[in-house]
């Protein structure tokens, strides 16, 4: 199809063509069958034969050496793209020819190929406004390429392309209308599948070089010279407004294909794809290290120490050349003598027209024991760089094979304004990853570090962050070691999300983790837990689950501030029941009671508490989640990491389904309680007098015989200076002395005086007060606890592991 002049029809109509491929040394690589037939030559004649003994298409190869000896005429160019007509041998005798020749730039041989159609199937079709008319002297000097934007058959051609061409989609539709109707340039199509517009190749020739080769085809007609220069400058017009059209089509093109999200790594793939091969051949990402990272990096302009992390290499040579050489995720620094450091420092473009073989040498030697010249040498480079608010944050470095067009001045502001948009993406990605990072080091400080292994109890706990209304969150758990091998766990939820939200969660668990250290009963927790919260404001609320297991006496003290109820799984029949407790209301409303529950348990049971995050379907009640979650913790797992991940894969994958992503965040902790067997516990009563402490050293000595002799002589000790201290502080005249073995031996000496002991700076020769110091030095951890009779002093001694 081609654009006449006003008021002459468009013609459109389906032709044959002729395909051929000519590789770099001028022979056939492609001989299709509309070849065949229109030039009398089979494929198998053709492949492998020098082109210029079977086109007759003078002017088809633009070099001098190829065109002896053929037979035709070169009527004029677009671009790098040349079109004429000539002689064919079509079946059935000689056939007028018109043919288009197109450059082809790539890794592989090919550089050649070349479209014809004999005229008289143009003239059949009703398009042989097609082919050049010898009697129009202005399209014999450039064919197709009057600039005509009134012309009135816009909506007839616009209306019928899509009957021609049946394949096209309304975007591209639109584009060839705009190609033909203003530029006047052809749209041919083969097999319905694949079109090939008549358009210049990417950039502009020359102007002087452009306009020479005009005027030198009017100098072998008998066009008036003055009439064919006043031809070249307008084509030399629409040339220059259909290569800044296409670029600024391009530019829109990478906007829409890069920053489709906020991962750095996407979109880095993104920007590199959208330049190979449209702009460029090979394209090098380098980003600062910070960038990468998602981390801050310092002010000022970036200097010779700078490193800079290779994070994408695109390019169009044969897989796995460059892969060696310059891998990604290297990180190296730029001397102040190359273009990569002018280019990052002043933040401007740097163009090479051709890489020459002393600045290949000099670049090459960044690169330890790696020879990159062959990679570089001889080819056009630009640098571009990648910077948003003024800020460098890397650049691409831009290589053109030596057979493709150099870098120009256009290409040069095409590839600035292609770093700009995708520094201000790379920017947008980059501090998202930040803020993500800075949200995950908040939560994740938050959250305790819990030891897998307690007195009597074994633990597993998983976080996870909302993936939709925000990475920090409210949720949290804990665990606190208590006076008599006992273990207080803990599950909360502060409602809402955000700062916030976990400003106040870290509020809350410090308060628990002190109250519990007071050993309060779980009801007389959550209620100073409300107290303090309305102390802090009437902000926001907050659900908590607070339970005390006791291995000794194998029971569970639970109070609830309005959370979801706590599954507990028996194993003597692995069945799981959610435990019926006094819901009691949130922490922060205020003014109403809790209560606290005795749950008997048995060697061997687990108990698992989470957030309603786990267990909220958008569209169901919350009696289906509990549901679910009861029957998940029932199923058997060889550990407890295993039981945790088979809840978190059944009901957060149900409540990802759902809604289409889970929005709020999920804290989950299990407790398998399985006591201390009465053996490894031995309970004594002592007079409150002086004579108790060797009574204490009696007793010990003879029950470590048997359990740690090890340790039987630090215990000895230890036990003597506290049952000392509790005789000389006691009110009433008896004093307990407990012995637990777990991993640990655990030594508790209680009595009725509620005031904790404190460890002082004495003096050498003073001769009191140095008990608790040797029991500080001594001891692997001891403590201090009020108790409902009066107060506890403990220590632990390690043990070695029992067979």
């Known amino acids: 199809m081609e654009h006449q002049q006003p008021g002459v029809p468009v013609h459109t109509g389906r032709v044959p063509l002729a395909v051929v491929v000519v590789d770099a040394t001028g022979a056939v690589s492609h001989w299709s069958t509309g070849a065949r037939k ?35 005429e070169t009527v004029g160019t677009t671009g790098y793209a040349t079109t004429g007509r000539a002689r064919g041998t079509e079946e059935g005798g000689d056939a007028d020819v018109l043919w288009w020749a197109y450059p082809l730039v790539g890794p592989g041989p090919e550089r050649l190929l070349v479209l014809a159609t004999g005229m008289a ?66 749209v041919l199509e083969i097999s319905q599948q694949e079109r090939v517009p008549v358009t210049p190749d990417w950039g502009v020739p020359r102007r002087v070089e452009r306009r020479a080769r005009l005027l030198r085809a009017a100098a072998d007609t008998d066009i008036d010279p003055s009439a064919a220069a006043a031809a070249a400058a ?35 793939e993104e920007v590199s794809a959208a330049v190979v091969p449209r702009f460029t051949d090979v394209a090098g990402t380098y980003l600062r290290e910070q960038v990468v990272a998602g981390e801050g990096f310092p002010d000022g302009v970036p200097d010779t120490t700078t490193m800079w992390h290779r994070v994408a290499l695109e390019h169009t040579d044969e897989p796995g050349r460059w892969d060696d050489v310059v891998p990604v995720g290297e990180s190296m620094p730029f001397p102040a003598h190359t273009p990569f450091f002018q280019c990052m420092t002043t933040g401007e473009p740097v163009l090479v027209p051709r890489i020459t073989e002393e600045m290949g040498h000099a670049i090459a030697s960044q690169f330890d024991k790696r020879d ?14 990648l910077k948003a608010r003024n800020v460098v944050l890397g650049f691409m470095i831009l290589l053109r094979h030596a057979g493709r067009a150099e870098f ?107 109250m519990a250290g007071l050993d309060l009963e779980p009801a007389q927790l959550l209620r100073s837990l409300d107290d303090l919260a309305q102390r802090l404001g009437d902000t926001y609320l907050a659900t908590c689950l607070y339970a005390v297991y006791d291995p000794i006496g194998s029971r569970l003290h639970i109070a609830n501030a309005g959370h979801i109820p706590p599954v507990l799984v028996h194993a003597a029949d692995g069945t799981s029941e959610l435990l019926e407790l006094p819901t009691g209301a949130p922490i922060g409303v205020g003014g109403v009671p809790f209560e606290t529950a005795v749950v008997p348990v048995a060697p061997g049971d687990r108990l698992v508490m989470c957030t309603d995050g786990l267990v909220e379907v958008r569209g169901q009640d919350i009696g289906a989640g509990l549901a679910a979650l009861c029957e998940s913790a029932a199923h058997p797992a060889a550990s407890m990491d ?67 002799p090890t340790v039987r002589e630090s215990a000895e000790l230890l036990v ?31 009595d009725d005086d509620p005031e904790l002991p ?34 506890t002093v403990w220590f632990e001694l390690a043990l070695p592991r029992r067979r």
């Open 408 to 514: 120009n001045d256009m290409d040069r502001v095409t590839g600035a304004e292609l770093a700009a948009r995708a520094g201000l993406v790379l920017d947008n990605a980059r501090m998202y990853t930040y803020q993500e990072n800075v949200a995950d080091t908040l939560q994740d400080s938050m959250l305790p570090r819990i030891a897998p292994r307690m007195p009597g109890c074994d633990t597993a706990t998983r976080y996870l962050p909302g993936t939709r209304l925000g990475r920090v969150g409210g949720d949290w758990f804990d665990t606190v070691q208590l006076p008599g091998s006992r273990t207080a766990l803990v599950v909360g939820d502060v409602m809402g999300h955000g700062l916030n939200s976990a400003a106040m969660m870290g509020q809350l668990r410090t308060a628990v983790q002190t």
């Open 38 to 72: 229109l030039f009398g030559v089979t494929r198998a004649e053709a492949v492998g034969r020098p082109a210029a003994e079977l086109l007759p298409v003078s002017g088809a190869f633009g070099d001098s050496g190829w065109e002896a000896g053929l037979h035709g």
């Open 642 to 708: 295993d039981a945790c991940d088979t809840i978190i894969r059944s009901l957060a994958a149900a409540s990802a389904s759902a809604h289409g992503g889970r929005r709020d965040d999920v804290a989950l902790l299990m407790a398998r309680l399985n006591g201390i067997a009465a053996e490894d516990v031995e309970v004594w009563e002592l007079p409150a007098e002086p004579r108790a402490a060797a009574r204490a050293r009696a007793l010990v000595r003879r029950r470590l015989a048997s359990w740690a």
């Open 121 to 186: 199937a143009l003239r059949e079709t009703g398009a042989d406004g097609l082919a050049p008319d010898a009697d129009d002297e202005r399209r014999r000097i450039a064919p197709g390429l009057a600039l005509h934007t009134d012309f009135p058959g816009a909506d007839e051609l616009a209306r019928r392309l899509p009957d021609i061409l049946p394949s096209m989609s309304p975007p591209e539709s639109a584009r060839v209308v705009s190609q033909v109707l203003e530029l006047g340039y052809p």
């Open 234 to 268: 307008e084509l030399e017009s629409d040339l220059e407004y259909a290569a800044v059209r296409e670029r600024l089509e391009f530019l829109n093109d990478v906007s829409g294909r890069i920053g489709t999200s906020l991962d750095l790594a996407r979109t880095i």
């Open 372 to 385: 990159i010249r062959p990679l570089i040498t001889d080819r056009s480079m630009l640098v571009v760089p």
């Open 720 to 750: 003597s200076e506290l049952v000392t201290n509790a005789v000389r502080h006691a009110r009433t005249d008896r004093v307990e002395l407990r012995l637990v073995r777990t991993e640990a031996l655990l030594c508790e000496v209680s």
């Open 758 to 791: 404190q460890l002082l700076d004495v003096p050498p020769d003073a001769d009191a007060g140095r008990g608790l110091r040797v029991v500080s030095r001594t001891a692997r951890k001891w403590g201090t606890s009020r108790s409902a009779r009066g107060k």
